[in-house]
Nanobody, 124 residues
Framework: QAELVESGGGSVQAGGSLTLSCTASGYGCMAWFLQAPGKEREGVAGISGWGVTRYADSMKDRVTVSKDGPKNTLSLRMGSLKPEDTAMYYC??????????????????????WGQGTQVTVSS
């Protein structure tokens, strides 16, 4: 089974930026989720195989999701980071384009592949 591997997490001060990467390519839908301590996992951004993007309202002004097919990479560029962005960030993917529909892209149960996560810690 294909494996998704995230990288790019780390510690950053509030207001800083980070770019997360995930080895993922060729899927119908790919997405980033986050899970803060004591909270449920939630969608951050998604991108379909056709390049259609989806964003959570809470972060859409501060993140950009992109994919690079030749490099087999899914990326999440995050800026103006806040302490409340501290979480484990996960890459997810599924072969079905329909998973990226506007009504369902952030439904974690629809994704068949998950990475192990990369930690992002934002200090004030």
């Amino acid at each position: 089974q294909a494996e998704l591997v995230e990288s790019g997490g780390g510690s950053v001060q509030a207001g800083g930026s980070l770019t997360l990467s995930c080895t993922a390519s060729g899927y119908g839908c790919m997405a980033w989720f986050l899970q803060a301590p004591g909270k449920e996992r939630e969608g951050v951004a998604g991108i379909s195989g056709w390049g259609v993007t989806r964003y959570a309202d809470s972060m859409k002004d501060r993140v950009t999701v992109s994919k690079d097919g030749p490099k087999n990479t899914l990326s999440l560029r995050m800026g103006s980071l806040k302490p409340e962005d501290t979480a484990m960030y996960y890459c997810a993917a599924d072969h079905r384009l329909s998973v990226c529909d506007v009504a369902s892209w952030d439904r974690e149960s629809d994704y068949s592949l998950w990475g192990q996560g990369t930690q992002v810690t934002v200090s004030s």
